[in-house]
Structure formats: structure tokens, C-alpha cells
């Protein structure tokens, strides 16, 4: 996902500031990793920075200082370009999975003991999912269907991983 444009696209309901989009962010994926006030800040920096984002204003309410951003013209545009392309296809031996197994085979280890307890790891995370409070949220729930489908998927995968890997292979075929 890029931080930079779903900031953009919190930013396009209204001016914010960092906490503002942090909270927003984590509404919206309630089961993603929690996106850090650093990155946030860092972001809206860059989306500055970039023209793509401007300071309206900076509050003082007896706390931290707080700067309010909004998106410029040249943020919408971001934003309609980036919402209008699709996203890349999955590529093949981009996710640590398949590299930490590709790993272990090329330096002679047997990934069996990683693909099992990854499989393990990949059911608890469904587990967790399946049984955690309904979502009301039609869009969290898109989400949160989202990652239960890759989760399933790499399942698959790590089924399929570890027949291959328990069969017998030429010494040529390991190179």
C-alpha cells in the first residue's frame, strides 16, 4: 500500500492534522499494522515538500502545537492519477515467505521447520480474523476480506512449498 497516497486520500475529505490522519488510516484498515505518528509526519512532510500538500494552519489548544494540512490541486491530481492505475500484479519471489524458503533451500537448510511454522503462524493470523468482532464498516470489511484471500492463498502456496521440497531433487535442479 503507499502511504503517500492514502494520506492524500485522507487529506481529501478535509484538512488534517498527523492525528487526525493517523486515526483516520487505522480506521479505515483495522487490521493492518497501526501506521506510526513518525511515518505520518514524515509523509506529510514529503507531501509538502512534493507541492501535493499544504500547512492552512498551526493550532495551539494547551497541547503540542498541531499543523493542519490540506490537499493542493496538485494532491487531487495525485490522487485521481493514483486511484485510476491499477496496482502492479503480484511479482514473483517478492514476499518474505517465498524468499526466506528460496533462502533456506539455496543454503542447504531444510526449509520444512519454516514452512510449517509459517503455516502455523498464517492460521492463527485467519484464526484472529474470523473470529474478531464484525466489522461494520463496508469498506474494513473489504479490508479485512482482503487479507483473509491472500492469507488462504499463501496457505496454498506453503502446502504446495513443502511438496517440492519434499521431493527428491537432482543436485543439478538445487543450483
Known sequence: MSTSEVVLAVLRR????????????????????????????ATLARLER???AEVVE??????????????????????????SEPAPAGTAGADEIVRKAVAALRTGDD??????????????????????????????RLARDHLLVHLDADLRWL??????????QSPEAAR
Not at 521447520?113 to 463496508?138: F, G, I, K, N
Request: aromatic share 8%; net charge negative; charged share 30%.
Open 14 to 41: 478535509g484538512p488534517a492534522h498527523g492525528y487526525d490522519v493517523k486515526r483516520d488510516h487505522d480506521a479505515w484498515f483495522p487490521d493492518a499494522r497501526p501506521l506510526a505518528y513518525g511515518q505520518v509526519y
Open 50 to 52: 512534493d507541492g501535493l
Open 58 to 83: 498551526t493550532k495551539v489548544d494547551g497541547g503540542p502545537e498541531r499543523t493542519v494540512y490540506a490537499l493542493t490541486e496538485a494532491g487531487r491530481a495525485r490522487l485521481r492519477d493514483w486511484l
Open 111 to 140: 526449509p520444512g521447520d519454516y514452512l510449517s511454522a509459517q503455516r502455523t503462524a498464517h492460521l492463527r493470523r485467519m484464526r484472529e480474523l474470523t473470529d474478531a468482532a464484525a466489522v461494520s464498516d463496508p469498506a474494513a
Open 159 to 168: 502446502d504446495l512449498a513443502v511438496q517440492r521440497v519434499s521431493t527428491p
